[in-house]
T-cell receptor, first 113, second 117 residues
Framework: GDSVTQMEGPVTLSEEAFLTINCTYT??????LFWYVQYPGEGLQLLLK?????DKGSNKGFEATYRKETTSFHLEKGSVQVSDSAVYFC????????????FGTGTSLTVIP | GAVVSQHPSWVICKSGTSVKIECRSL??????MFWYRQFPKQSLMLMAT?????????EQGVEKDKFLINHASLTLSTLTVTSAHPEDSSFYIC?????????????FGPGTRLLVL
């Protein structure tokens, strides 16, 4: 079935370090891929998305490239800040299933000064 | 941007009582709303999908008589947890898909934390 597997956390980094959170997917069709972020005590916010292969989504210094050949959508940021501390969810969405979302288990990131 | 609100944000209730959670799209019309449940340190699990004016579609394993969903208008969906028990304690999140715009985009509410004593 359709699913998302993402790197388990928690991840702790020093400020200005490089971040990678791995995400791979399994889908029967051609999904759209997303990264959502959940700050403490808040709901999910869309961070970035890519709707077709080779697309790169980017926002707030984060980026992820839709790789069909490796079925991956890894999240990267070159220099993290304390304010990036949150839980990050990779997700996919398929039009042929009514745009139902499938989420990964989330990766908690803590950035220390 | 599109905003989805949930009310209440926190609720504590006694076992056996019913709790209603509201999900509203504040600045757009939502043809479809989704209800998710999130356990601590786990991912969101889709419970049901509701379309305005029709019955909700429940995911396998979700009791439709226990989790009543009503999507009365294009801006409001409610989830009622009936005869709540401690195992229903969880974080409930709704999302809404706008009537216009990219169909793959959903806007999430801030969530409602339910604690059943």
């Amino acid at each position: 079935g359709d699913s998302v597997t993402q790197m388990e956390g928690p991840v702790t980094l020093s400020e200005e370090a490089f971040l990678t959170i791995n995400c791979t997917y399994t889908a029967t069709g051609y999904p759209s891929l997303f990264w959502y972020v959940q700050y403490p005590g808040e709901g999910l916010q869309l961070l970035l998305k890519a709707t077709k292969a080779d697309d790169k989504g980017s926002n707030k210094g984060f980026e992820a490239t839709y790789r069909k050949e490796t079925t991956s959508f890894h999240l990267e940021k070159g220099s993290v800040q304390v304010s990036d501390s949150a839980v990050y969810f990779c997700a996919l969405n398929l039009a042929n299933t009514g745009n139902q979302f499938y989420f990964g288990t989330g990766t908690s990131l803590t950035v220390i000064p | 941007g599109a905003v989805v609100s949930q009310h209440p944000s926190w609720v504590i209730c006694k076992s056996g009582t019913s709790v209603k959670i509201e999900c509203r799209s504040l600045d757009f019309q939502a043809t479809t709303m989704f209800w998710y449940r999130q356990f601590p340190k786990q991912s969101l699990m889709l419970m049901a999908t509701s379309n305005e004016g029709s019955k909700a579609t429940y995911e396998q394993g979700v009791e439709k008589d226990k989790f009543l969903i009503n999507h009365a208008s294009l801006t409001l969906s409610t989830l009622t947890v009936t005869s709540a028990h401690p195992e229903d304690s969880s974080f409930y999140i709704c999302s809404a898909r706008a009537r216009t715009g990219p169909q793959e985009t959903q806007y999430f509410g801030p969530g409602t934390r339910l604690l059943v004593l």
